[in-house]
């Protein structure tokens, strides 16, 4: 009897194993372009406000903070992380997203009241 429940035990741990489950793989989208604007990296949270004054929303996680201004149809999202002295800008990302850089010149543009490309159509 033993070797009957042991043998069916086998028999059916090879039944489990011998059949891999079907995988279906999820396309994710392309990461962004690398690339930064350097002149806003490293910015504290006090010259992003002189700059561009009150974010239209913001959100802190785990000690980092993100930063949203909507201007027009171009939404800007600062990422601030602590350094040894404060909070700076270490990522900024643009919808729409640039060609070259997560974060469109023509949408910064807008951000900072300045005419923009006339090949784009943020306003």
Do not use: I
């Not at 350097?38 to 006090?46: F, P, Q, R, V």
């Not at 913001?58 to 171009?74: L, Q, V």
């Not at 070259?100 to 543009?109: F, G, Q, R």
């Amino acid at each position: 009897m033993k070797r009957l429940v042991a043998g069916l035990c086998l028999l059916l741990g090879a039944c489990a194993t011998s059949h891999a489950p079907s995988q279906s793989r999820e396309t994710l989208p392309a990461p962004p372009p690398v690339g930064e604007p350097a002149d806003l990296l490293g910015l504290s949270g006090t010259q992003l406000q002189a700059l561009f004054g009150t974010p239209s929303f913001s959100r802190k996680e785990n000690g980092a903070e993100m930063w949203r201004y909507d201007k027009g149809s171009c939404r800007t999202f600062f990422f601030l992380y602590p350094t040894a002295t404060e909070k700076t800008v270490r990522h900024v990302e643009t919808v729409p997203r640039g060609r070259t850089m997560a974060a469109d010149a023509n949408c910064l543009a807008v951000l900072r009241g300045r005419p923009v490309s006339p090949r784009s159509p943020v306003s």
